[in-house]
C-alpha cells in the first residue's frame, strides 16, 4: 500500500537524537553512526510530529509503498520500561549530569561515580551530543572498568566518555563515528584506556585512524590496564 511516512536524509542528519524523543511511536532511532534511521514502516503514523524539532531539516514526510501503521505493535514497543514515550530503551537519549561528588554516593556503601553523561556505548552516542563540546575525552575498552579499581578517579574525573570493544563489537561506522565526533567539537585531549591483551589494540587502531580522518592535529594519549 501507499502511505505517508518519515523519510531521513543522511546527509543533513547530525546525530542530534531529538526526533527520536518527539517520536512518541518510537519509530526512529540513531544507528552505528549516529544518524537517524527509521525502524520500521509498521511503527511511523505518518503524521510527522518529529519535523519540527529537527534543526538540520533532515526529516519529511514522503508518500510511498510502505507497510501498514500499526497500532498493536507501537503499544508494545512503547509498553517497554523506559524514560518517556517512544523510547523502549532509554540507551540512546543523551543526558548530561554533574557527576557525584565525593561524601555522597549514587547508593548506600557506593563509591562516588565520575561518570557525566548518558549514552557512554559507541553504537549509541551521537556525536552531536552536547557534552562532547569542549571536553576532554576518554575512549576506553569495556573490560577496562572492571580490570582498574581506581578507574573513575585515576581516568574518567573530568572527561566525556566512550566506550567500545574492538574485538566483540560490530564495529563497522565506529572510525567515521569517532572522526565525525572528534570535527564537529572542541575536544582538547583523547586518551584511550586498553587491556594489555593483543586484540584490545584494535581499539588503539581505530582512534589513530579517526583523528587522522578528523582533521585535527590531536596527540593521543594510550593508558594500558594489565588483566591483573
Known amino acids: ?16 537524537g531529538l526526533c527520536t524523543t518527539a517520536c512518541a511511536e518510537g519509530a526512529l532511532a540513531l544507528d552505528a553512526e549516529g544518524k537517524a534511521v527509521l525502524v520500521h514502516d509498521i511503527y511511523c503514523d ?53 557527576p557525584v561528588r565525593p561524601g555522597v554516593p549514587k547508593a548506600p556503601g557506593g563509591s562516588p561515580s565520575e561518570l557525566g553523561q548518558w549514552p557512554i556505548q559507541l553504537h549509541l552516542v551521537s556525536p552531536a551530543a552536547p557534552f562532547f563540546q569542549d571536553c576532554d575525552l576518554l575512549i576506553a575498552a569495556d573490560c577496562t572498568a ?9 581516568l574518567l574525573r ?11 563489537d560490530q564495529t563497522d561506522g565506529y572510525v567515521h563515528k569517532l572522526a565525525q565526533l572528534i570535527a564537529g567539537n572542541t575536544v582538547y585531549s583523547i586518551t584511550v584506556a586498553i587491556m594489555e591483551v593483543p586484540c584490545c589494540s584494535g581499539l588503539s587502531r581505530i582512534v589513530a585512524e579517526a583523528v587522522a580522518r578528523s582533521g585535527k592535529n590531536l596527540a593521543i594519549k594510550t593508558v594500558v590496564v594489565p588483566i591483573h
Open 146 to 154: 572492571f580490570a582498574l579499581g581506581s578507574f573513575h578517579a585515576d
Open 46 to 98: 505518518g503524521l510527522g510530529a518529529c519535523l519540527d524539532v529537527c534543526p538540520t531539516g533532515a526529516l519529511t514526510i514522503v508518500a510511498r509503498e510502505a507497510e501498514a501503521f500499526d497500532e498493536a505493535a507501537v503499544a508494545l514497543r512503547t509498553s517497554l520500561p523506559g524514560p518517556g514515550p517512544g523510547h523502549g530503551c532509554p540507551g540512546s537519549r543523551a543526558q548530561s549530569f554533574a
Open 1 to 16: 500500500m501507499k502511505r505517508d511516512v518519515i523519510e531521513i536524509d543522511r546527509a543533513l542528519c547530525n546525530g542530534c
Open 158 to 168: 573530568g572527561k566525556a566518555l566512550v566506550i567500545a570493544c574492538p574485538k566483540l
